[in-house]
C-alpha cells in the first residue's frame, strides 16, 4: 500500500458530516482533526440532523454503560441503529457499535456482532494499553486504502473487541485484538485516527470519501 497523504483534499461526499454528543471527552479533539481535513462537523444530539447527515461519527472516551445511558436518555438508540449512511465508532464509540460490553454487563448497539472483552493484563502487558501499536490488515478494504503495511497509532483502551469476520485490521497486546472493524455501512476504530498523525488523517478521509 502507498504512504499516508495526510494532506491530500477530501471529496464532495464528505460536505455533511455530524459528530454524534455522546458525551466523550476526544470530541473536541476529534472535530479539529476533521478541520485540518477540511471538514467542519457539527456536535449534535438531534436525531434529525444525525439522520440527514451525509457521515456520521461516534466518538468516545469513558465507560460504557454511561455513554449507552446517555444515548437512551437523547433518544438516540434506535436513531443510530436505523442508519443507512457511513457511520464511524472512535474509540468507546466503536466499542458501542457492538453487542454487548463486559464493561459494567452492558448492551450496546447490537450493530457489530461481539462482544467487548476486557484486556488480560500479564508479564510485559499492562492494561490499560498506551500508546503507538502496528496495525495488521486482515482484509481489503476502501477505509484502509493507503495505509502502509507497517502503520501505526496511538491507543488508550482496556476494553477491545476479539478478531472476527468484521475485522479489517487488528493489532496485538497480549493478544489479538480488532482495531478497524465494518459491517454494512457501519465501521469502528479502536484507537485514536485524531492522535495518530499522518496514518490517522489518512484513515478518516478514507471515510470522508466512502
Known sequence: MSTPDAGAGTSASSASVVLVDAGGTNIGSVRYALQRLGVDAPLTSD???????????????????????????????????GLTQPVLGVCLGMQLLCARSEEGEVDCLGLIPAVVRRLQPAPGVRVPHMGWNRL????????????AA?????????????????????AEHGAPFSAVVARGNFFGMQFHPERSSAVGARLLRNFLAL
Do not use: N, W
Open 47 to 81: 436525531p434529525a440532523a444525525i439522520r440527514a447527515a451525509g457521515k456520521v461519527i461516534l466518538p468516545g472516551v469513558g465507560a460504557a454503560g454511561p455513554a449507552m445511558a446517555r444515548l437512551r436518555t437523547l433518544g438516540l438508540v434506535e436513531v443510530l441503529r
Open 136 to 147: 495488521q490488515t486482515c482484509s481489503e478494504h476502501p477505509l484502509l486504502d493507503g495505509i
Open 150 to 170: 507497517d502503520a501505526q497509532v496511538y491507543f488508550v483502551h482496556s476494553y477491545a473487541v476479539p478478531p472476527g469476520d468484521y475485522t479489517l485490521a487488528s
